[in-house]
Structures are given as C-alpha cells and as structure tokens.
C-alpha cells in the first residue's frame, strides 16, 4: 500500500490548498490524493503537476511498496 506524503510536504513547505489549486488540479483531487487510500487512484499527470507544485519529484509524494493483490493489479 502507498501512503501519502501529500500533506507533509504542504505543511512542511506552506503551500495551500489555494496554492497548489493554481497548478490545474482541483481541491478535491487534492484532498483526495493527500489521503493514502486515494494517491493509489490519482494519475501520474494529476501527481506530477502536484510535484511540481510542491517543487519536489513525483516520488516524493508517496511511500511505499506494490503489493501484488491490490486494486488495480
């Protein structure tokens, strides 16, 4: 499973959710990309432009291993 880093990079570079709005995705993919059962679902492109407006690589964003057996598989 992977675990959303989201939320610590906002805090830890103080970003808000106004802030990362101005990179094209939505409160709401924001919100749900920041919990950890919903990064798994966001797309890499949705994930990338969060990274870069987070100003950190798209790994960055979450921990974690791939588990065979889970959704999406």
């Known amino acids: 499973m992977f675990t959303s880093n989201i939320k ?4 830890e570079k103080q ?4 802030a ?7 409160r709401q993919t924001i919100s749900h ?3 950890n ?4 679902d966001c ?7 969060i ?3 987070l100003e950190v690589p ?3 964003l979450f921990d974690g291993e791939y588990e065979p057996g889970e959704k999406g598989t």
């Open 8 to 11: 610590r990079l906002m805090e």
């Open 15 to 18: 970003k808000t959710f106004r």
């Open 20 to 26: 990362l709005e101005g990179c094209g995705v939505s």
């Open 33 to 35: 990309a920041r919990q």
């Open 37 to 40: 059962v919903g990064i798994g």
């Open 43 to 49: 797309r890499l492109s949705t994930l990338g432009r």
């Open 51 to 53: 990274a870069n407006a």
């Open 58 to 60: 798209v790994k960055e």
